[in-house]
């Protein structure tokens, strides 16, 4: 009975460490899904600001459904992580994006009413990529410009969000889903539940009369093409936004359901089109390429079917060979299905690439293709290198809808699929859509003898090494002091602030109110510190040394027009508060300003003009490029409501989702709030954490228990029982992966590092009486210190003696995710010791490009935007500040002490017994 009971004791605390380690595993997911998020969301409100000052308003609808789409789900993941804590943003997001719709829709002259739902491929409004997706929208480019594009219809992505949002299926999909994010569900059987769920649900009844009206006018307009038994055979394929983009192509994630013939079989192919939206393998591949999985952006296409002798696919450049200077071109009997799924021999064809005379738009028939000396490309030019292959089976249409594989006749098993004569006009066809789309392209096609070539898709093709959108610094005549990249475009003139934390930030905005006739400054900050944006319009420019050109100052930057360089790395270190410079923004320089454009202050001047206007340089003009003087009243409106950021202020009364006014708004309040949510993550967990714990022994007096919830050790189960807290061995500096935590194990255990200095004699009745109070906090002397640790992703919650640290980092390739959050508080000597040692903190720490705040005895610092590289030095840094901090606080017996520390740690002396023999002596 004994023995029963203890495994039954021992299998429920292993499920309790299993649920913990879930719970854990599920918390981390969940957060970089969001980071990842977060920095597309300001990848989009960058794009949207381009978009209003450059007029483009066919891109302006897709990129802004997109960030609303990002932004609920950044909602959506705040809630997760805080165990809904945040669900009234929920409300607040839909108001804000039923507005910026409606705003978008009086923009664009087309009030929601009157939103086409389904469209023709010959009507213009069908190449409107943000209503009927890519795919389509090209298609019906093409075809309206005389290319043979087979004739169809769409139906745009409101009618099929209309058909997911009005019958309840919405709700119930983001329940599954949220399932599987929780790991309460398997993605295959959720995908596989949803999929059941959409195809039994009947479409309403203005979708199916809309579905029967426009399959009527195709059938009558294409009466040469009816079957036999009197109905049009069509493919019904999806067509989504996000689809066959330069980025992302989605190829082979949806659906296409072809030989589709008659109204019933319109309706079931409508539905599975839709429900493979929601397939394991789309909803994969949509977040791995950093969308979200909710996201529902599809389009349906439904086109005219004929059974082809033969198809496949071109690619206008050769793949394996793009500097050969051909193109290839695969071809399969039958529908090109297989062809694209690779699963039967295939021609293979390698014509050469041939400009078109001039750029195509009255039709096929007037474009030639010539080669260099301009003769028609020969027939032994075109088939040099194909390979001809012997065919088997072919996928054909069935009487009736449907399609079937059957044997391809012994003659014909060993014949070329193309003839020279097609060869040739499927290559013009290329380089004719190559020049329209003005990239490489993928093309599918069909062709029959008697119906000849028709262009089914036609997508950006994707090339290894491709070296476009490279940055091409221009060269300057003098060497800079700083270079860095453009966030906000401009040129202009001032003396240098350096601005390190948030009481310098301060000090600043009184300076410029106290100072009326202070000339405007150039502002250099360590990082992206979102709360100086109040301050950017008191600025000629600005100077970050960590930081990226979508991050929330750039889009204030640009708003206001200020030019401003980030990612400068070194402008703390190599500019000096005074200095006269010139930042050139268009090119990412800073320079040293010469005498003779240097501008004297005008004591006749008003105030107020010398805030509002910009330095001039002789040389060139500072120039206002927020583009604000060409964005109509409609656009400005617009603009309002998705691109200023109000919130900017994180620690005042007004951050909260009352003071939301903008999407902008919504993704900062996001954003601080789930990493607050994260950095307190661990405490809960403890309790079952049981055989979760792994001790870390390096070697120092500071021993620390890791939870891995992905890939941050290499964990070494001991081969005997021990009688121990742990049945793990404990870890060694060899069994961390983590990038983080080994980062700052190289600062704990960085040679000449003095653990063992301890606190002088006037501390220590400080230190008694502290003991005694200290025993009542949230972390008690004695807690375990724990992290939490991924291969990129680091949460240390930490008691050192007297005082708590805590420090949440991620460390990895994306420098938009990459942060350091740090906080250090409390300590055994008095309050006013304790407050000494935060401020030899906060100098060591701004040094290091952090942006500080200190309030008593607590110090806040933080890092964002920086580069892995960076990121991994800071935190080598902070692991030597763990070891150095250890009783400082017990010999900082007077305000010189800090300062002189600061210097010594700063300079690479890390034994704290020097100077604290130096103060006794001044004693």
């Given at each position: ?514 100072d009326p006739q202070l000339d405007p400054p150039i502002l250099i900050l360590p990082q992206s510190i979102v709360d100086a944006a109040y301050l950017l319009k008191e600025c000629n420019g600005v100077v970050i040394d960590v930081g990226n050109p979508t991050d929330h100052l750039s889009c204030v930057a640009r708003e206001y027009g200020i030019p401003m360089i980030t990612g400068a790395e070194t402008a703390i270190s190599c500019l000096q508060d005074g200095q006269w410079v010139i930042v050139d923004a268009d090119n990412g320089l800073v320079f040293k300003a010469p005498e003779s454009v240097r501008k004297q202050p005008d004591p006749n001047r008003p105030a107020a003009d010398k805030r509002r206007k910009r330095l001039q340089i002789d040389v060139e003009k500072t ?301």
């Amino acid at each position: 009975m004994l023995d029963r009971l203890s495994r039954y004791l021992q299998e429920k605390k292993a499920l309790r460490e299993q649920e913990a380690l879930v719970e854990l595993k599920g918390r981390y997911h969940a957060f970089r899904i969001f980071l990842e998020n977060n920095g597309r969301a300001l990848e989009l409100i960058v794009s949207i600001d381009g978009q209003l000052i450059r007029q483009k308003g066919g891109e302006l609808r897709q990129t802004t459904e997109e960030l609303l789409s990002i932004t609920c789900e950044l909602v959506d993941g705040l809630n997760l992580l805080s165990e809904d804590r945040y669900t009234g943003l929920y409300g607040l997001h839909g108001s804000m994006a039923a507005r910026v719709r409606e705003q978008l829709d009086l923009l664009e002259n087309r009030p929601a009413a009157h939103r086409p739902a389904c469209l023709p491929l010959s009507h213009p409004d069908a190449a409107d990529a943000s209503l009927f997706g890519k795919k389509a929208a090209t298609l019906a480019r093409l075809r309206q410009l005389s290319l043979p594009v087979p004739d169809g219809f769409i139906c745009s992505t409101t009618v099929c969000s209309g058909f997911i949002d009005e019958t309840g299926l919405a709700g119930k999909i983001r329940e599954q889903l949220r399932r599987v994010e929780k790991n309460l569900e398997d993605l295959t059987v959720a995908a596989n539940r949803i999929r059941d769920m959409i195809l039994e649900t009947p479409l309403p009844a203005g979708i199916q009369t809309m579905l029967e009206e426009a399959y009527a006018r195709l059938a009558q307009d294409n009466r040469r093409v009816i079957t036999e038994n009197g109905t049009l055979a069509i493919s019904v394929r999806s067509s989504g936004v996000s689809e066959d983009g330069a980025d992302f192509s989605f190829a082979g994630q949806y659906t296409s359901v072809l030989n589709v013939q008659g109204r019933a079989a319109l309706f079931d192919a409508y539905r599975e089109v839709i429900a493979s939206a929601f397939s394991a393998r789309a909803i994969s591949y949509r977040s791995n390429a950093g969308m979200s999985p909710l996201e529902f952006d599809l389009a349906v296409l439904c086109q005219v079917m004929f059974t082809p002798a033969c198809a496949g696919v071109l690619f206008t450049r050769d793949p394996s060979q793009p500097d050969s200077g051909r193109m290839l071109i695969s071809a399969v009997p039958g529908l090109g299905t297989s062809a694209v799924g690779g699963s039967v021999p295939a021609d293979l064809y390698y014509p050469p690439r041939v400009e078109p005379v001039c750029v195509p738009f009255q039709g096929v028939r007037e474009y030639h293709s010539h080669d260099q000396n301009n003769s028609v490309v020969h027939a032994e030019k075109l088939l040099e290198g194909a390979t001809i292959s012997r065919k088997t089976v072919r996928e054909v249409p069935v009487a009736g809808g449907g399609l079937r594989i059957e044997d391809v006749p012994e003659d014909e098993a060993d014949q070329p699929l193309l003839p020279v004569a097609v060869l040739e006009e499927l290559t013009r066809l290329g380089e004719i859509i190559e020049s329209l789309e003005r990239r490489v392209q993928d093309v599918e096609w069909a062709w029959s003898p008697a119906g000849g070539i028709s262009i089914l898709q036609a997508r950006p093709l994707h090339l290894a090494g491709s070296s476009e959108g490279r940055r091409i610094r221009l060269p300057s005549v003098a060497a800079p002091l700083v270079t860095g990249t453009c966030a906000s475009s401009g040129k202009a003139i001032g003396q240098v602030r350096i601005v390190h934390s948030g009481a310098e930030l301060k000090e600043f905005r009184e300076l410029l109110l106290n100072d009326p006739q202070l000339d405007p400054p150039i502002l250099i900050l360590p990082q992206s510190i979102v709360d100086a944006a109040y301050l950017l319009k008191e600025c000629n420019g600005v100077v970050i040394d960590v930081g990226n050109p979508t991050d929330h100052l750039s889009c204030v930057a640009r708003e206001y027009g200020i030019p401003m360089i980030t990612g400068a790395e070194t402008a703390i270190s190599c500019l000096q508060d005074g200095q006269w410079v010139i930042v050139d923004a268009d090119n990412g320089l800073v320079f040293k300003a010469p005498e003779s454009v240097r501008k004297q202050p005008d004591p006749n001047r008003p105030a107020a003009d010398k805030r509002r206007k910009r330095l001039q340089i002789d040389v060139e003009k500072t120039k206002d490029n927020s583009g604000e003087e060409n964005i109509s009243p409609e656009r400005k409106l617009f603009r309002e409501l998705v691109v200023p950021l109000n919130l900017t202020d994180a620690f005042g009364p007004t951050f909260s989702p009352r003071e939301c006014r903008s999407i902008h708004d919504i993704i900062r309040y996001t954003h601080e709030m789930a990493v607050l949510s994260m950095f307190n993550a661990g405490d809960m967990v403890m309790e079952h954490a049981g055989n979760l714990l792994h001790p870390l022994e390096i070697g120092i007096p500071f021993m620390f228990l890791v939870i891995d919830v992905g890939g941050g050790t290499r964990i070494r189960r001991s081969s005997k029982i021990r009688e121990h807290l742990f049945a793990q061995t404990p870890l060694g500096m060899d069994d961390i992966l983590s990038i983080p935590l080994r980062a700052l194990c190289e600062g704990l255990t960085t040679p000449g590092l003095n653990w063992h200095s301890g606190p002088d004699v006037e501390a220590i009745s400080g230190i008694f009486s502290r003991t005694m109070f200290d025993s009542r906090g949230a972390r008690p002397v004695g807690s375990f210190n724990y992290a939490l640790t991924a291969r990129d992703y680091l949460n240390l919650n930490a008691r050192l003696e007297f005082h708590f640290a805590m420090l949440d980092a991620v460390c990895g390739r994306n420098s938009h995710a990459n942060y350091i959050r740090f906080r250090f508080k409390g300590g055994g000597a008095s309050q006013e010791r304790s407050h000494r040692r935060a401020v030899f903190l906060q100098r060591v720490l701004e040094e290091n490009a952090f942006y500080t705040s200190v309030v008593g005895d607590l110090i806040t610092a933080s890092l964002t935007g920086a580069s892995k590289e960076v990121v991994y030095k800071r935190l080598v840094m902070l692991g030597q500040l763990f070891g150095f901090s250890r009783f400082l606080d017990g010999v900082m017996s007077n305000d010189e002490v800090p300062l002189a520390l600061a210097r010594q740690f700063l300079a690479g002396d890390f034994d704290t017994r020097s100077v604290i023999t130096k103060e006794e002596q001044d004693k």
